[in-house]
């Protein structure tokens, strides 16, 4: 919906296609402040991205054969937890 907004913004406006489309002008003006600037995005959002770089980093490593269990101890060994809170930054 994002990108429909984005292509049509111009002829029609964002409070107009929202009003038809199931999507809050709000939130359509939240996702773009998101994508001009990543640290406005919530922290969730950064952890995940940091342990799915830090994932896909030991599944290539690994031949990309290494399923969840192991790609998880691997992290493990290195140091690295699943915890926003304990995940090295």
């Not at 359509?28 to 998101?34: D, G, L, N, S, T």
Request: with cysteine; aromatic share 10%.
């Amino acid at each position: 919906m994002i990108a429909f907004i984005d292509a049509h913004r111009v002829v029609h406006g964002v409070e107009p296609i929202c009003r038809v489309l199931p999507i809050a002008p709000s939130t359509y003006y939240a996702h773009a402040a998101r994508q001009a600037d990543p640290s406005k995005a919530p922290a969730r959002s950064r952890s995940d991205a940091k342990q799915s770089s830090a994932i896909r980093r030991v599944w290539d490593a690994n031949f990309q054969v290494y399923g969840v269990r192991k790609v998880w101890r691997q992290l493990r060994r290195e140091g690295l937890t699943w915890h926003a809170a304990r995940w090295p930054g």
